[in-house]
């Protein structure tokens, strides 16, 4: 019987994953055309300062309305657009769009962008963004670039160069999702960032009375203040968490309780069709 069971088992995972495949597939079919259709867009969320009110940057955040399944999350469509290569177009074309929002913002409000590690070890990047900035005429100075800790950077000399070269023209760095991946030291050891982003699973933690993830919030908040960063929490829901966050230390806050990502825009940047076409990540 348990032997039955097990093949049952076999079977039934089999098929779960022969549909998760056959799943992503077809969203990767369909992400292939969707900037060409006009299905990518971008939405917006404030930061906010100390006072929780003053907006000090926007960060920028793809959306893909898919004609039939509606809005799919970028936690699901992101990694396909890695593995298909298609972070290159889908990311620069976020990148020229939400610079071109952005200049019409009061001066003092910054634009945060999401850059993939791939986006990164790509050559043309830096040009991308040199592009993006002279297209818009956005300061250089406004951009903010956010890197994940999960993706593993390979801090060879070439990306160093790169990073370098952004920091000279005076793009700078956030380090997005502190304490959901892996340990990000070496990042900080390497690279200079001007913010440091604390996950919402570690806000809600350390937020929820967990004595350890306060620990921990309280010695990056140290470690920050030491290298000259800013410590955002992220995920703020409620007023209690941002209270608690900032008892330990922390001076931007994000989230639901400050404002959720705007309604999308989806102001087509010249060459949509063209930056898709090229298909290079
Ligand atoms: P992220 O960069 O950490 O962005 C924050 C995510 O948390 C966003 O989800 C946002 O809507 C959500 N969020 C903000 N405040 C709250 C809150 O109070 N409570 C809760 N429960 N959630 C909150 P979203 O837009 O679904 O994006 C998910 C992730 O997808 C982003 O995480 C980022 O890693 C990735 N992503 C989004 N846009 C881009 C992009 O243009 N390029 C790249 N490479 N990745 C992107
Ligand atoms: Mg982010
Ligand atoms: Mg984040
Ligand atoms: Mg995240």
Same mark, same amino acid.
């Given at each position: ?34 900037l ?50 298609l972070?290159g177009p889908l990311g620069e074309w ?17 634009? @945060?962008?999401? %850059? /993939?590690?791939? *986006? ?10 040199? =592009? $993006? ?84 919030? @309280?010695?990056? %908040? /140290?470690?920050? *203040? ?10 703020? =829901? $409620? ?36 930056i898709e076409?090229r298909k290079v990540?």
């Amino acid at each position: 019987e348990a032997k039955g069971r097990g093949r049952g088992m076999h079977v039934s995972y089999r098929q779960a994953m022969r549909g998760q495949l056959e799943e992503r597939a077809l969203l990767e079919r369909d992400l292939k055309n969707a900037l060409k259709l006009g299905e990518i867009s971008v939405s917006f969320q404030p930061i906010v300062a100390n006072d929780g009110k003053t907006v000090v940057c926007q960060e920028a955040l793809m959306r893909w309305n898919h004609p039939e399944r509606g809005a799919v999350s970028p936690e699901v469509f992101i990694p396909i657009a890695e593995d298909a290569l298609l972070i290159g177009p889908l990311g620069e074309w976020l990148l020229r769009t939400a610079c071109h929002e952005a200049v019409n913002w009061s001066d003092d409000v910054k634009l @945060t962008v999401n %850059v /993939s590690a791939l *986006q990164l070890n790509n050559r043309s990047f830096l040009g991308t963004v040199v =592009e $993006a900035l002279a297209a818009s005429g956005l300061a250089p100075e406004r951009l903010v670039l956010e890197i994940t800790e999960s993706i593993v950077l390979e801090m060879d000399e070439e990306l160093e160069g790169l990073i370098r070269s952004l920091t000279d023209i005076g793009v700078s760095f956030a380090l997005d999702d502190f304490g959901r991946g892996y340990s990000s030291l070496n990042y900080i050891e390497k690279m200079q960032f001007s913010m440091i982003k604390i996950d919402r699973d570690f806000v809600q933690a350390a937020s929820s009375g967990s004595l350890k993830s306060q620990a921990i919030v @309280t010695a990056i %908040v /140290s470690l920050a *203040q030491s290298l000259d960063m800013v410590v955002t929490a992220e995920g703020i =829901e $409620a007023d209690e968490q941002a209270i608690a966050m900032r008892a330990l230390g922390c001076t931007c806050f994000q989230g639901y309780f400050y404002g959720a990502p705007t309604e999308s825009v989806a102001r087509t940047v010249d060459g949509a069709a063209e930056i898709e076409d090229r298909k290079v990540a």
